[in-house]
């Protein structure tokens, strides 16, 4: 079973950045696709970033311009940096490892909040 555990959340300025990592188990790290969703009280879940394993990347609407999703096959990691941080960005950021199509695991979910 594929171990994934997020990292780097914390407290923040609005305006203010944060960089989230991902760390996935296993040896086929390079061939998963990785993908962050958040979910906050109140709102629908959103994935608002993805990365191939060919380094091919996707945003959400709300997030584009601000958020860079990477990876780092040789570490198994995964990183969201999220810049010029809003209030509406505050949730809990889930890293979700999927694998031919499926999602296969995800973490704990790592918590973000942006204060005002």
């Known amino acids: 079973q594929v171990q994934v555990v997020e990292s780097g959340g914390g407290l923040v300025q609005a305006g203010g950045s944060l960089r989230l990592s991902c760390q996935a188990s296993?040896?086929?790290?390079?061939?998963?696709?990785i993908a962050w969703h958040r979910e906050a009280p109140g709102k629908e879940n959103e994935v608002v970033a993805s990365?191939?394993?060919?380094?091919?990347?996707n945003y959400a609407d709300s997030v584009k311009g601000r958020f860079i999703i990477a990876r780092d096959n040789a570490k198994n990691k995964a990183y969201l940096q999220m810049n010029n941080l809003n209030t509406q960005d505050t949730a809990v950021y889930y890293c979700d490892v999927y694998l031919l199509g499926a999602k296969i695991s995800w973490g704990q979910g790592t918590q973000v909040t942006v204060s005002s």
């Open positions: 990365i191939s394993g060919d380094g091919s990347t």
């Open positions: 296993g040896n086929l790290f390079g061939s998963y696709h």
